[in-house]
């Protein structure tokens, strides 16, 4: 399979003022205006078709259809969308950011550029339709900008890309809102239409809020694809994904569904400007470096806690540190074990708790708690699990008001090798009381103490999930080079994942790593694709998982 390159590397399209007034009077069915363009000949509407719907917890959704039938097969197309509200203009650019036009400024920049005749692309011959995301998690209601109009439309790839969509009338309005829309719990009519070929775009804020996202890639199209690509799986029974992701956090510039989830692209450099719980969650997606179980460890780096920028799981190798020596000792000699990291803060029931992340213990024996969870109101008297490594055995035990339970000490083939990365998993099931762990795909059992995978009467039922900690109460010898690390953390309160394989035989696989979604509907689900330490694409399929149970979904192509 080919690699990719990015397309669209042409300078951005260029309009005058009068051309940006031109779309305005083509938009909105003005009569007149100056500099006004028209197409040379007839040719159908570019929009066939569009649904938007505001949801109570995603914002605006939907899609439009724009009809390349008239097009070329062989050519290549820039996108655009837009917005006019209370006679400004604002257009979204590849980095998800909304560019909003003041008069004399007329740069419009493309959502995405270079992209393929759908007959060319995921959906195949026959296609003449391309499909476009419209998200706006930020936009919650329609009385937030009353009176905004929503537009989208394509023009030849290129220098001239938004003069052709206008010469020839390439684009069409989505929708216009009144301010009354009614907010919706289900937006089934926003569905995206099979067969299409899906260009999920960029979710970004709102007009005008200034915020910069890091750049998105192209999207994937008919195998032109790479790790960070932005990629569409259609399948019959995909279930339902509920959006945990509070902060509004972003991977690789798209904003995804999990509770937390971040590779440590977004951290440019190693503390971030502001040595605040704010600055490092913006830092890290969420994640902070605490002292206790709350508390803001302002001196991260000084007790040991870095971000380091190679080495890791991910294509850009970065990861989580913590590294304690003497010099970290005598600093803080009643708590240097405890400045670590917290992934997750906000008390509440889920029923289900999935975790997965990567955690390189080098060469301790003993680090101590590599990864913690805590929750209230069980009707156990245990309100903690904790993972550790004793040699090679890797361990688990639940601990509470009460002794706890015996722990796991891990039968082979679950066997820790020294300065390796193992990804682990954790899954929690608080409404039945069972939980387990995985270690690159194999569960901690222990027969010994009748642990055959599935563990009971560690939870309890009904526990509120508290918080999660990325070590606690670790040791190690800094001089000698050990150290804890952590990378590619995953939570969601959801067991249903899509997970990205080397075999299309679940059970021959050597590794698998998990995807991010950034749209979920029972007949498809937005990805963004997610390399992890598998050395290229090529030969990878794709599975649904529900718990550990696998359904194939097809190859990546």
């Known amino acids: 399979m080919a690699t990719t390159t990015r397309a669209g590397r042409a300078a951005a399209p260029r309009a005058t003022v009068s051309a940006i007034a031109t779309a305005a009077a083509l938009l909105l069915g003005l009569a007149a205006c100056a500099g006004r363009a028209t197409a040379a000949t007839p040719l159908p509407p570019a929009l066939a078709s569009a649904s938007t719907c505001f949801h109570a917890g995603q914002g605006l959704v939907g899609r439009a259809l724009l009809d390349l039938g008239p097009e070329s097969p062989d050519a ?5 969308k837009g917005v006019h509200w209370q006679g400004a203009w604002a257009f979204q650019n590849t980095q ?3 560019v909003v036009l003041p008069p004399g400024i007329g740069v419009v920049p493309p959502v995405a550029r270079a992209v393929q005749h759908p007959r060319r692309g995921l959906a195949g011959a026959g296609a003449a339709t391309l499909e476009v995301g419209l998200s706006e998690p930020g936009l919650q209601g329609p009385g937030m900008l009353p009176g905004i109009t929503l537009f989208v439309g394509y023009g030849a790839a290129g220098a001239q890309s938004f003069e052709d969509l206008l010469a020839r009338q390439r684009f069409g309005v989505v929708a216009q809102f009144a301010g009354n829309e009614p907010v919706r ?3 089934d009519a926003a ?6 070929a899906i260009v999920p775009a960029p979710a970004p804020s709102p007009p005008g809020t200034g915020t910069s996202p890091a750049p998105a890639p192209a999207p994937a199209q008919g195998g032109s694809f790479s790790h ?3 990629y569409t799986i259609q399948a019959a029974n995909l279930g339902t994904k509920a959006d945990h992701n509070v902060g509004n956090y972003r991977y690789q510039g798209q904003r995804h569904l999990l509770a937390r989830f971040s590779d ?5 450099a190693a503390t971030p400007a502001a040595n605040t719980k704010a600055g490092w969650q913006a830092h890290l997606d969420g994640i902070y470096p605490i002292l206790t179980s709350t508390d803001f460890n302002a001196l991260a780096t000084a007790s040991g806690a870095t971000v380091e920028h190679s080495g890791g799981v991910t294509p850009s190798g970065r990861w989580l540190k913590r590294r304690i020596t003497q010099g970290v000792r005598d600093q803080f000699p009643s708590n240097y074990r405890l400045r670590n990291w917290n992934l997750w803060d906000t008390r509440g029931y889920q029923a289900q708790m999935y975790f997965t992340g990567y955690v390189n213990l080098s060469s301790i024996n003993a680090p101590g708690k590599y990864y913690r969870f805590y929750w209230t109101d069980s009707s156990n008297a ?10 090679g055995s890797m361990t688990a035990r639940a601990e509470g008001a009460n002794t706890g339970v015996p722990g796991i000490y891990s039968d082979a083939p679950v066997r820790y090798q020294s300065n390796t990365w193992v990804r682990y998993e954790i899954l929690a099931d608080f409404a039945n009381d069972r939980v387990s762990f995985y270690a690159d795909g194999k569960p901690l059992m222990d027969a010994s103490r009748g642990y055959t995978g599935v563990n009971t009467g560690w939870l309890g039922v009904g526990g509120k999930l508290d918080y999660f900690l990325l070590n606690n109460t670790v040791e190690m010898d800094g001089e000698a080079g050990e150290f804890v690390g952590h990378a590619m953390p995953y939570l969601d309160f959801s067991f249903q994942r899509i997970e990205l394989a080397d075999a299309a035989d679940w059970s021959r696989r050597t590794d698998a790593v998990v995807q991010v979604p950034t749209r979920w509907g029972n007949g498809s689900v937005d990805i963004v694709v997610n390399q992890g330490r598998f050395a290229n694409l090529e030969g990878k399929h794709l599975f649904l998982l529900d718990g550990m149970q696998a359904t194939y979904l097809g190859p990546l192509k």
Do not use: I
């Open 382 to 391: 245990n309100n903690n699990v904790w993972t550790a490594k004793e040699g």
């Open 96 to 98: 998800g950011q909304w």
């Open 185 to 187: 719990a289900n937006c």
């Open 191 to 196: 569905a995206p239409t099979p067969g299409v």
């Open 228 to 230: 960070g690509s932005r």
């Open 76 to 80: 290549l197309f820039d996108l655009y």
């Open 264 to 268: 440590f692209d977004n951290a440019g």
